[in-house]
């Protein structure tokens, strides 16, 4: 198992520290790595705006079993996470999906929900874990 955890509380801190989670995720992903830093960078650009700034924690684990699974976790006050959920996923059944419909943070979540395979929220909205099967993705190329 191989982890990569990070702790700061702004975009500054972050941008100096994206490089290195970057490189990690394009070691441990490959193919998918650019969806992955995208879900990742919203999850983190949430966390520090939503989190008023206040410690952000990220953690990028690639399992045994093949999976992987980051965390991101701030202090903040959340969000109502099944209202807020409920309102992106009946976005996504609609036919002609207008994005301009999602609210800014509502796109971010409607990508993370695209691109990994499970997206799971704390009760109080302010740690998600996002949970991706790499090892099928190796098996089927």
């Not at 980051?70 to 996470?81: L, N, Q, S, Y």
């Not at 796109?107 to 909205?125: E, H, S």
């Amino acid at each position: 198992m191989k982890t990569f955890t990070l702790t700061f509380n702004d975009f500054t801190c972050y941008r100096y520290l994206r490089n290195g989670i970057s490189d990690f995720i394009k070691d441990m992903v490959a193919d998918d790595s650019t969806l992955v830093e995208v879900v990742l960078n919203e999850a983190v650009n949430n966390a520090i705006k939503h989190g008023r700034n206040k410690k952000v924690l990220v953690r990028v684990k690639i399992q045994k079993n093949g999976f992987l699974v980051i965390r991101v976790k701030d202090r903040g006050k959340g969000f109502a996470v099944d209202e807020t959920i409920q309102k992106v996923n009946e976005t996504n059944m609609m036919k002609d999906i207008n994005y301009t419909t999602l609210k800014e943070s509502g796109r971010g979540l409607f990508i993370m929900q695209q691109v990994m395979d499970k997206v799971i929220y704390n009760k109080k909205g302010n740690d998600v874990l996002l949970v991706k099967n790499i090892q099928r993705r190796k098996q089927i190329q």
